[in-house]
């Protein structure tokens, strides 16, 4: 009798927890049993581990084995546990040398042939190893993603057997490049690009600074896709640490980073027919849905008010809280949420220039505005009305004079370190505490606010969105206090409160 233990991890939600295969062969009719909760794919491991092993050039021992994945109240999915199976029962078997497995973890899905097959959702499981301290094993098809990470021994490899050949003394198992000495290629759009729309445009460098929602109205035509499209082109480039958190959602949804662009934020625009599930996550094993590949970026919703109703009022509590709690029989998870909400719509159902010049009936206007709830529009912190272009707009072609999405970024890096050194966030994620000290007003600018609250008839929401908002103006100016010419241009900023005053 003999038996083998090898780590390697199961994936619940962005978290990934270390299990233990423990392999036990002795003396009894042939027989090969997992235990320790796993699903279909992981028992279909059986026959996957079989066939690799034979026709990797090893004999499959002829005696009674038994497979337990610990801890075994821990759900186990896919077919990450082939690999870290096999070896272990080559090494309880005594055909590969199980010292050369110390201190490693495994991972890999096996071919008939024995070849390692690239495993989705594999990120966050090597950001706990690194966290841990473990050397990884892995399949050279996840290389993209394993090099995203500093300070951690990682081994590619292309077959069981060769890493059986490794571990006995032969060649050892190549290493990635890190992405960290590959040089960025963003290629992106620019904010040069757009015709006019000065507000708009404005308003977007302010929704950059700070790390604010925006709504944009304005009939077909007017630029508000475009200018969406371009925010990213004016936001920073992410931190190492956001980069693998929104590369660890993406890879747990079966999606690859490139190396070149890895730094670049995400932009997730969903169609309006994508239901509430898909924008928030979900599933019989928890996935994370749009917003949360949004994470640290921007949630485009263009035609905002074709979405089905209930599925945008999904977005109440992420908007306000950067996370999303997702609760099934099989578990619960918690994805970050904190995206950036980016959204247009026309002005009428028309698609009229104005209200004023509309001809959409009453009972038209009111159905068409009522697909939005006013908590919903309450959370979105600018809300602009573009106009169209005038003819000479259009003919002159583009402005010299525009500035570049280049010049723009820089301000808005400015502005955004200034808030992280000040307060430790951007102003949009500010909590009423930090909106006392930072946004103290001298007399005179709190007479005007306090005109403005009674003219408008604000909501404490509505009130504060206006402060942070006044915030990011004078971060941009590099002023220290809010003053009134701040506040004038955060209130124009709030269109929905200017209707309702």
């Known amino acids: 009798m003999s038996l083998t233990q090898l780590t390697t991890r199961a994936q619940l939600g962005i978290d990934a927890f270390e299990v233990r295969v423990e392999v036990h062969i002795s003396n009894g009719l042939p027989a090969f049993t997992v235990v320790g909760l796993p699903e279909t794919a992981v028992r279909e491991a059986r026959d996957r581990v079989r066939s690799a092993v ?219 027919t994508v239901s509430g599930i898909a924008l928030v996550g979900g599933g019989r094993y928890p996935r994370p849905g749009e917003i949360s590949l949004a994470h640290n970026g921007v949630l485009f919703l263009d035609e905002l008010t074709e979405f089905d109703r209930r599925s945008i009022e999904v977005l109440r509590e992420p908007l306000e809280s950067g996370r999303i709690h997702i609760s099934r029989a099989s578990g619960n998870a918690e994805f970050p949420a904190r995206f950036q909400l980016i959204a247009a719509m026309n002005t009428c159902p028309g698609g009229c220039d104005s209200i004023a010049s509309c001809d959409c009936s009453t009972e038209q206007l009111n159905r068409y505005r009522h697909k939005l709830s ?53 102003n949009a994620q500010l909590d009423n505490r930090g909106l006392r000290r930072v946004c103290s007003l001298h007399s005179d600018v709190a007479s005007y606010l306090t005109t403005a609250i009674d003219k408008l008839r604000l909501s404490a929401r509505s009130y504060h969105k206006l402060l942070k908002l006044a915030r990011s103006i004078a971060d941009l100016g590099n002023a220290l206090q809010i003053n009134t010419t701040h506040l004038k241009e955060a209130i124009a900023c709030r269109r929905q409160d200017r209707r309702r005053g």
Not at 166 to 178: E, F, H, Q, V
Not at 224 to 232: G, T
């Open 54 to 272: 034979l026709n990797s050039g090893f004999e499959f021992p002829a005696r009674r084995i038994t497979v337990n994945l610990a801890p075994a109240d821990l759900p186990k999915t896919g077919g990450r546990f082939d690999l870290p199976i096999a070896l272990a029962i080559l090494a309880a078997s005594g055909q590969v040398k199980e010292e050369g497995l110390a201190g490693f973890a495994c991972f890999g899905e096996l071919a008939l042939s024995g070849a390692c097959c690239r495993i989705d959702d594999l990120l966050p499981s090597l950001v706990a190893c690194q966290q841990a301290g473990q050397a990884v094993i892995i399949p050279q098809q996840n290389k993209p993603e394993a090099s995203l990470l500093r300070d951690l021994p990682i081994r590619l490899a292309d077959s069981l057997a060769e890493i059986c050949s490794s571990l006995n003394g032969g060649d050892a198992l190549p290493t990635p490049i890190p992405a960290h000495s590959i040089q960025p290629n963003f290629q992106g759009l620019d904010l040069v690009d757009v015709y006019g729309q000065q507000q708009a445009r404005r308003a977007l460098e302010i929704a950059a600074a700070g790390g604010h929602h925006m709504l944009m109205m304005g009939p077909p035509g007017t630029g508000k896709s475009m200018l969406a499209q371009r925010l990213i082109s004016i936001l920073p480039e992410m931190s190492e640490a956001e980069a693998i958190e929104c590369a660890s959602l993406r890879s747990i949804c079966g999606r690859t980073v490139s190396p070149q662009n890895w730094l670049q934020r995400p932009f997730q625009s969903p169609h309006h």
């Open 374 to 426: 006013a908590p919903l529009l309450d959370r979105i912190d600018i809300q602009i009305e573009l106009g169209r272009l005038e003819r000479h707009q259009l003919l002159a072609g583009k402005n010299s004079q525009a500035e570049t999405s280049a010049v723009v970024r820089k301000r808005v890096s400015g502005a955004r370190q200034l808030q992280i050194r000040r307060q430790g966030c951007l």
